[in-house]
């Protein structure tokens, strides 16, 4: 395979200057850029990925780290993130939870690798990190926009969605709804993101004159396996209630699924309603009603802001995105039929 040294020999320059032809960056004379344009041809020159780092001062590849590289939250995400890398000629590397250690470590191993793979700028989707597991970028750190979470010694890299908001919408649909007795699935309560959406949650009904102290509640693990066993101990329990929160859609398809098999119809003995508004939520069965979180909105001005950071780009970049209801067939009023 011919080298960038082959293509200088035969067009009788110095390397510097069919390397200047080859990146396309500094000054060459018409007359050598035409040499080097003919021996590249003649060679069959193709710079190696590796060359083309060396040669552009980047690599064109940008680094994203997730959690999870499954589900139906992530994947969306991750298409989103390479759809807008690719149009822009980029690539994407991926690095996600493995390996003994607790979430949190994971998570500074995987943006430790992002950093040793010479990625131009990293994406970083986790909520375990603290400010200090910052510090694994090193003194010169590469640029990196955070979705999703917040660090407050990097707040203006930081793109998330309205939580608050979110909960608030859903406490507020199902008491237009006419529900009063409702049975909560939160998930982890380590989770900032979580506990955001269930605290407002918890205070719109209290401010409806419900108690939530009383009411029916339970944590899991944002998993259908975590939806399926809720539901089951919300049956067996005895408690009546005529709606269930999830505060995710995966845990609303579990719940679904369970519900389906104990023979419980849903939205006509019990309403459920989830949290995102993942694409696979309008084909559950039913279909199901879920509070629009606008994971694309926020991810689309991420990778911009990134973009901007690392190439020197103009893209325009917004903060502010719609929290949403979606009404499907899995809600009814309280007491329909």
Same mark, same amino acid.
């Given at each position: ?29 018409? @007359?050598? =850029?035409?040499? *080097?344009? +003919?021996?590249?041809?003649? /060679? $069959?020159?193709?710079?190696?990925? !590796?060359?083309?780092? &060396? ?32 149009? @822009?000629? =980029?690539?994407? *590397?991926? +690095?996600?939870?493995?390996? /003994? $250690?607790?979430?949190?470590?994971? !998570?500074?191993?995987? &943006? ?34 955070? =979705? ?190």
């Amino acid at each position: 395979m011919a080298t960038i040294k082959d293509v200088a020999r035969l067009a009788g320059v110095g390397l510097g200057t069919a390397s200047r032809v080859v990146s396309g960056k500094g000054s060459v004379s018409p @007359a050598t =850029l035409v040499k *080097v344009r +003919a021996a590249i041809d003649q /060679l $069959g020159f193709r710079p190696s990925h !590796a060359a083309r780092t &060396l040669l552009s001062g980047n690599s064109k590849m940008v680094g994203v780290y997730i959690p999870v590289l499954s589900g139906t939250f992530y994947t969306p995400i991750l298409q989103i993130i390479d759809n807008e890398l690719r149009a @822009a000629g =980029l690539h994407m *590397v991926v +690095a996600f939870g493995a390996g /003994l $250690g607790g979430a949190r470590q994971q !998570a500074i191993e995987g &943006l430790a690798f992002l950093v040793e793979r010479g990625c131009d700028g990293l994406i970083l989707m986790t909520n375990v990190l603290q400010e200090e597991d910052l510090s694994v970028l090193g003194p010169r750190p590469k640029p990196m926009v955070v =979705l999703n979470h917040y660090f407050d010694s990097i707040s203006g890299q930081c793109f998330t969605v309205d939580h608050k908001l979110g909960g608030k919408i859903a406490a507020r649909t199902l008491l237009d709804h006419g529900h009063r007795e409702i049975a909560l699935v939160s998930g982890p309560a380590s989770l900032p993101d979580n506990v955001a959406r269930v605290a407002a949650f918890k205070v719109e009904l209290t401010a409806a004159g419900i108690d939530t102290g009383t009411m029916w509640a339970v944590e899991k693990d944002f998993s259908p396996a975590g939806g399926w066993s809720a539901a089951k101990e919300l049956v067996e329990s005895g408690r009546r209630c005529t709606a269930m929160f999830c505060a995710n859609d995966e845990m609303a398809a579990g719940a679904l699924s369970y519900f389906q098999e104990a023979g419980i119809r849903v939205p006509h003995e019990i309403s459920v309603i989830g949290y995102d508004d993942t694409p696979s939520a309008e084909f559950f069965a039913p279909r199901l009603s879920t509070v629009h979180m606008p994971w694309r909105e926020m991810t689309q001005n991420g990778v911009s802001d990134l973009l901007n950071r690392c190439y020197d780009l103009q893209r325009p970049v917004t903060r502010n995105y719609p929290v949403t209801m979606t009404l499907r067939a899995s809600l009814a009023r309280a007491g329909q039929v």
